[in-house]
């Protein structure tokens, strides 16, 4: 088994693992309610589930989607946050490692599911998902020295001032919280990778829009949900931003 592989299993198990956490995060946040407390319980009965009842995916499928205690129906975006996250985490692991920017890429993995579930239900970023994430990836840059924290405060820089203009101009196409989601994925990828998730995202956002405004869908005054984008976006700035800056001949100067 080569080393890419088994980190790639290696991660596909702890991303499940923490795709679990992230269905709590999006369940909670939204109502300014703890992650750590009360422990998960049915949102119905209020039972408190047992280890068996906290395997990801798996207590999902074997209690067919349901609480064991009421009957009562899970929604099946637990199962898909959980699969996604663990699925996600095992590609990136796949591709990436050993590279050094394979950390950061999770952390936006992971980041960008909570922020595109809680954009979708409630329209808006919560600070303190963003805030964690800043603090979770100050401790991942370190082991890249100042360097990399130099990267870093170059990469939040420009994508923030690009995400202030875009909100500025767009008037309240993308708000204050995009802005600071974009920030962080600057601060994560550094300047090029920064740039490449920027243009993604806003080719993939802008392209959207126009759609909803060719089909009639679009009304005045309108909050798009802009955080799946970026989160899409980040992504392609991880994966396949060295190559795009290769293609460009500059990567290396
Ligand atoms: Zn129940």
Do not use: Q
Not at 67 to 78: E, F, K, Q
Request: aromatic share 8%; glycine share 14%; with cysteine.
């Amino acid at each position: 088994m080569s080393l890419s592989l088994l980190a790639g299993v290696w991660w596909g198990v702890v991303g499940l693992a923490l795709g679990s956490f992230l269905t709590v995060v999006i369940a909670r946040l939204p109502d300014g309610r703890s992650v750590v407390s009360p422990p998960s319980h049915c949102p119905s009965c209020g039972h408190r589930l047992g280890p068996g009842e906290l395997v990801p995916v798996v207590s999902y499928l074997a209690a067919r989607g349901r609480c064991r205690h009421c009957g009562a129906s899970i929604p099946a975006w637990y199962l898909a946050v959980e699969l996604a996250a663990g699925a996600g985490s095992a590609a990136l692991a796949w591709l990436l490692f050993p590279a050094a920017r394979l950390y950061p890429a999770l952390l936006l993995w992971l980041v960008g599911i909570a922020a595109s579930a809680i954009d979708l239900k409630v329209r808006r970023i919560p600070n303190v998902l963003l805030a964690a994430a800043a603090a979770i990836l100050a401790a991942v840059l370190a082991v890249g020295g100042m360097r990399g924290y130099l990267a870093a405060v170059e990469g939040a820089a420009l994508l923030s001032a690009f995400g202030l203009l875009v909100a500025v101009v767009g008037r309240g196409g993308m708000g204050m919280g995009d802005v600071k989601y974009l920030t962080l994925v600057g601060a994560a990828l550094g300047p090029r990778g920064g740039l490449v998730a920027l243009y993604a995202t806003m080719l993939t956002g802008g392209l959207y829009a126009i759609a909803l405004l060719a089909t009639g869908r679009a009304r005045k005054g309108m909050r798009i949900a802009f955080a799946p984008f970026i989160a899409a976006g980040s992504m392609v700035g991880a994966v396949l931003g060295p190559e795009v800056w290769r293609w460009y001949g500059g990567w290396a100067a």
